[in-house]
């Protein structure tokens, strides 16, 4: 039966002569890989939608007793790469592709996951990315069922408004001073205040403003160990982003963003 969605291309590798195995974030019927049959040579079936994060309709078929499902064709919405794409937003397009990999199973509808992933997309565009990054991860440790109550410490319920907040490797949410670990990081206020507006508000609101790399580094570090705890494996990309935040060269967005701030 042929069915279609909208999906977002995670990952695309070569089988055979001419074939693509695409791994694809579908709307309606999650993640699933499938195989595109001749792809390289049929720029018609797939012209330009075979690229990482580019958002399509897809077109394919199941198949009784296959894992991979057959790609009839993508048609385009909208590419990554219609403004121009540099390390620094290459590194942030590789870090959502390597979380939905990771954290999502196969042919399991995630209709927020795929909503979450095309809002940042359309908000990473501009080279806002820190946000994006930030907004993204905490997120998805929500959609995940990863991410306790913010408000409070995970050991003892008290108020981590009042005691200040820190954050560990091997401990899930957020400890009160008392319950702080040796090898905790706190979490600054601003931080901890920009978390719980990001879980009721929508991206649109922090994607304008210039954005350095240090503002909510700290967030972006708690979401990413938290996301990285449960993979239980460390994310390939999450270093290069720590990288890139730390960079003694500064990338054009982040040296504009730190002088305006
Ligand atoms: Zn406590």
Known sequence: ?????????????????????????????????????????SRRRFGGALEMMTEVRATFADRPRQ?????????????????????????????????????????????????????VLNHSAAGQFWPSITYFSLWMTRLMGWLPDLHVCTVCSSSVLESGAWFHPSADGLLCRLHAMSASAPLSPESLHLAQRMLRSPIAEFAVQPWSAQRGADLRRFAIQSLERHLERRLRTAEALRRLATSVVPHSETSLATTLE
Do not use: C
Request: net charge negative; hydrophobic share 45%.
């Open 1 to 41: 039966m042929q069915l279609s969605s909208d999906a977002v291309i995670l990952r695309v590798w070569p089988v055979n002569e001419a074939d693509l195995i695409v791994s694809f974030l579908t709307r309606d019927f999650g993640k699933l890989k499938g195989v595109a049959k001749s792809a390289l040579k």
């Open 67 to 119: 894992d991979l499902v057959r790609i009839d064709h993508f048609d385009l919405i909208t590419s990554p790469l219609r403004t121009p794409v540099d390390y620094a937003r290459m590194t942030a397009l590789s870090f959502y592709v390597e979380v939905m990999e990771q954290a999502l199973p196969d042919r399991n509808p995630e209709e927020v996951a795929f909503r979450l992933m095309t809002t």
